[in-house]
């Protein structure tokens, strides 16, 4: 099978996987650039409330593709940061499944994602100091707000690699596994996503990414939107919300 990008539709939540086990899940030219359309299908989908981004096996992605950077290293980078930007701007939420190597791109992507659930064994690293890379100023400032200043020098200074413990410590994941549980655990907290309501979600997706000048548009959805009755109905009726808000989440 060529490197490509799969992706399925279950419960309400979309799966992305990273698919290019030949080198790691090493992401090709055309896998970046494959990734926004994708997302944009994905975010206009009304079945989908919730994202996980995922690597083939049991490795995360090993990077950008080598002979990528060799062709052309600009329009690698371009690709790769039009990439990791529409991942972030994906208006629902997003969870990076992370085993093996997560490193470069690989947690460039990472990163971009809302939240990140790491197995034990996992390994993040940013190393285009090993290469002569200029580290994208967007992703370098996503890193920054995720692990500080410090550990962002270490890692794009040194190009090592860290361990889980190290990336929970740090902010770089979220949770972490035992190796061999983390399909369970993410199953399991993505339903809890799907069935919180959508509109709390995306406004509180744009506030926290910094957005400053959409307090009067969700103020107007969640008087429109009906999931603010609901929610207060169900929790005095000792029964399940059934939220009904899908959307728009951007514009």
Not at 9 to 27: E, F, G, L, W
Not at 95 to 123: I, K, M, N
Not at 227 to 233: I, L, Q, W
């Amino acid at each position: 099978m060529e490197p490509q990008l799969l992706h399925s539709v279950a419960d309400s939540v979309a799966t992305v996987v990273i698919h290019h086990p030949a080198k790691r899940n090493a992401m090709t030219a055309e896998m970046w650039g494959a990734l926004p359309p994708l997302l944009d299908g994905l975010a206009a989908d009304p079945a989908v409330r919730a994202l996980v981004l995922t690597g083939e096996g049991g490795t995360f992605c090993a990077g950008a593709d080598i002979s990528t950077l060799r062709e052309s290293p600009e329009r690698a980078q371009r690709l790769a940061v039009l990439a990791e930007e529409a991942l972030a701007a994906f208006p629902k939420p997003t969870l990076a499944a992370v085993r093996g190597h997560c490193v470069g791109g690989g947690t460039q992507l990472a990163a971009a994602c809302d939240l990140r659930f790491a197995e034990e064994s996992a390994l993040f690293g940013v190393t285009p100091a090993k290469l002569g890379v200029v580290y994208p100023a967007s992703a370098t400032r996503r890193l920054v707000a995720l692990t500080g200043p410090a550990t962002t020098k270490y890692l794009l200074f040194s190009g090592e690699l860290i361990d889980a413990a190290r990336a929970l410590r740090t902010g770089l994941a979220d949770e972490v596994l035992p190796d061999g549980e983390l399909d369970k655990r993410v199953a399991e907290f993505t339903r809890v996503l799907v069935s919180r309501s959508l509109l709390t979600q995306a406004a509180a997706k744009e506030f926290a990414n910094g957005r400053t000048d959409r307090d009067a548009h969700w103020a107007g959805r969640a008087r429109e939107g009906g999931d603010t009755a609901e929610g207060v109905a169900a929790f005095l009726e000792r029964r399940p919300p059934r939220f009904g808000w899908n959307g728009p989440t951007s514009g």
